[in-house]
């Protein structure tokens, strides 16, 4: 069984940097495409990056060129490093995996990835 377990969250103030990081244990990481979401207060889970398992990227347009999604195959991490973070950015962060059958597909999907992890609070303050 896949396991997934984020840390790195935080309260930072606008403008800072952030990195989460997510462990996979159970499975053979880099069978996996890996992604990042988020939820805010009152809204629904929106897709923030994916890695596919050859290391396409994909990004939301609204952490575009703010975020960074990466992955190490030999320590079964997938990370996520925020910088210049505003306040909109505030929610929980979810990492989850996708067992799939493209190596180059970083999907956005929700509904594609079959794991999550239980999510770390990320707090921007103004």
């Known amino acids: 069984q896949v396991q997934l377990v984020e840390s790195g969250g935080g309260l930072v103030q606008a403008g800072d940097s952030l990195r989460l990081s997510c462990a996979l244990s159970g499975r053979t990481f880099s069978w996996y495409t890996m992604g990042w979401f988020r939820q805010a207060p009152g809204k629904e889970r929106e897709f923030v990056a994916a890695m596919s398992v050859r290391g396409n990227t994909a990004y939301a347009d609204s952490v575009k060129g703010r975020f960074t999604i990466s992955r190490d195959n030999t320590k079964n991490t997938v990370n996520l490093q925020m910088n210049s973070l505003k306040p909109e950015d505030t929610a929980v962060y979810f990492c989850?995996?996708?067992?799939?059958?493209?190596?180059?597909?970083?999907?956005?999907?929700?509904?594609?990835?079959?794991?999550w992890g239980q999510g770390t609070q990320v707090t921007v303050s103004t």
């Open positions: 989850a995996a996708a067992a799939t059958t493209s190596y180059y597909t970083a999907t956005a999907r929700p509904s594609e990835y079959g794991y």
